[in-house]
């Protein structure tokens, strides 16, 4: 998604791919073939290009920092930043430090550590691998040690993070080039299914104009302060009181900001690649008072045709975007965006033509003769 | 500027191109090479693909209906209908027949049918190739015979057409499927320069509802009249009095269309292609009160991104489409598009944009330090 921008900003983009059939390889008119943690692959990549960036946070940041001591290529974010998003006791540490709110969280060297935080928090908390976790994965709530024993066995601090009774969960998206400029996104609201980010309104109903402020400075200070470049997404809980912690980072576009691709002046895939590109920032204004972006999981529908063509008959305003990817039950293989006026009819168009694609028509769906 | 929207709609797009470092050609992951009046290197593209379409008129009839008559491929536009916008005088012929609005005209096939022609409209008329003009080629004004002596010498009839004392340049695009399901954009009003395509305004400015109601009919009429399929651009001559005839028909996204790619529901490359794949079409609606595009000619700076640069920073609203074309004076090489209230203040910021990214920063231009 970030190569329909790149051209239009003139800026040559090179994928790294493990296969020329991966959906980015197969779109990209320049591929390097390897495996994003393999150091020869990466800088073969590097070497002719003037700028490193990510779509995922898996590059091992060793590897990074060679890049950047060798001059091959500046790395965008670079590893000192990046690491707040790979490494999520690295980033409480830090945002604990800088005085950002996060959950109560401890580090859990081992099994004694996870009872004496368990005893503290009554009896039940989150349990998390610092890196390498996405989409649920690398998390368990957790009520006795030996529910991840696995986990200890393979060596490492684990993060223990308090179950927060939160309302709803918020994302505060900025963009930042590399001399500080920075840009803030309307606050959204986004609601997971199964750990996986599952559908987004924008902005979030009813965020008090004030916390909206708030929350959109406290990422922009967060993306000052770990010296952010690119897009920094904030992925917040929200409590009942209306105050706000900090769940997790991501730097790079990340799924609560598709629906600026259709929804805003400057689309979140341009506006990454304007912030590591350093070019100026664009407009981050919404289209309509209200869009929602609602994901595709792989369904019941291998051919996602038949329920395309349903869902595109039965909602002209409906815009879809899929990935190229082969469905797998639960895999995201696109998404889909409305704009409108008023969220909860937006919500329900949007499900329906999920359903649609991604299991595609049943009987009461026939598709209309046009 | 199709090939996003085919990956989000699902669809693999082969590009024909007669070298690899096309501009379409180096972002499409599959390429046929060669050229479009090559039989062989149609045919061969024609073969594993479901149907044929295009970015331009000149692919030789022939060629496309022998494509259909062996079943290669489906062609959408069918041969028959692109004729129309293949052939002027077939053009001028089929429209007059069917009753719609045309300029006074005149099948030439020699110099005393030209002289009679030029008796008949006062001493000047418009003269043109019937066949492969564009932008302003294979067009003069003409008042002697002699000045297309060279056209009459290499065999075939000429079009001529009456001077239309037109007051604006309007263009109504419309979509239809192959079995007639059909959708119109709001008209626009489009300004030349040396023959280009310079500026839309979309919609038109001041344009009578019930005016703007007929031309969407008129176009619609068309494409069903000619049996087109994809999107049809039908350009049009707006006189004093409010009246309008047609200039000419292109079959496939076109340039006066390049605002719906970010101020309408649908863009016009995804509503080409859905249209050619025989899938429901998207709303046409705009995204904000006025929208207007500026094409970029290239002119001073070879090297654009000092311009782009100090563009971007002016405007944050600017979006912008380069086209990855090497800059020839002249040359589109991409287009600028601004959303937003009036169409003069727009306009004006398009058109600074314009004038930084083509001809590069002067020195009262300094890019400000982010």
Redesign the interface.
Known sequence: MM??PA????LDLTVLATDPAESAA????DVTLGAHDDERAVRELAGPVEVITFDHEHVPPEILEGIGRDGLAAVRPGPDALLHAQDKLHMRERLSALGHPCPRWWRLPDAAALEAALAEAGGRIVVKTPRGGYDGHGVRIVERAEDVADWFAQGGDLLGEELVPFTRELSAQVAR?P???A?AYPVVASRQKDGVCYEVIAPAPDLDPEAERRIRELALAIAEDLDVVGMLAVELFETADGAVSVNELAMRPHNTGHWSMDGA??GQFEQHL?AVAD?????T?P??PCAVMVNLLGGAAED??PG??AA??AD?????????KSVRPGRKI?HVTL?GEEPGALLERAHRAERLIVDGPGDGDAVP??
Do not use: F, M, Q
């Open positions: 190569l329909g051209i239009e900003l003139g197969a779109v990209a008119g080039r001399r500080g400029e840009v002046v400057t304007r070019l100026p920032l664009g407009a204004t289209l309509a996602l045709r395309l063509e595109l008959a002209p305003e409906l815009t879809v975007h899929l990935y190229g696109g704009l003769a046009p």
